[in-house]
């Protein structure tokens, strides 16, 4: 009986470090996010906090969201699922190496994004067809180019 007791007052201790330590306790979050996160209760107390901020922060946002776009992220996270390791290792690292970049930087991308998004998907296609066609060296000379006509553009 004293192991039992030992071993239940060092469970509340840890757990009670952990929401010290910035976690969420399941009884702080919203009935919206309660409910979107249904799935994680019985082990809420298991998870870093890092992970229960990042999933009440994720569950604050989905709530928020219309119809529209609940189903559009719906339809990243499946794309996202449907990755090897590999290429979610890529993105992660790609993404990295965008939030490294200076704020113009990635204003500048961002928008270049949106234009090409605002193209006609025949012309996107056509292009995404020719871009992948290329060798890495063929890229390279391509962003090359690109960047010198930001430096002319700049000047």
Known sequence: MKKFCLL??????????RADDGGVQWQQLSSAQQEILARQKDHWD??????????????????????????????RFK??????????????ERYRQFRSLPPEEQARIRANFRRFQQLDPER??????RWRQMSPEQRERVRERWRARRRQMNR
Request: hydrophobic letters at 40%; a positive charge.
């Open 8 to 17: 239940l007052a060092l469970l509340l201790l840890g757990v009670q470090a």
């Open 79 to 92: 794309k996202w699922r449907d990755l090897t390791p590999e290429q979610r290792a890529q993105l992660r």
């Open 124 to 129: 996107r296609k056509q292009l995404m067809q």
């Open 46 to 75: 298991q998870l870093t906090p890092q992970r229960q901020q990042a999933l009440a922060r994720g569950a604050q946002r989905w709530s928020e969201m219309t119809p529209e776009e609940r189903n559009a992220a719906a339809e």
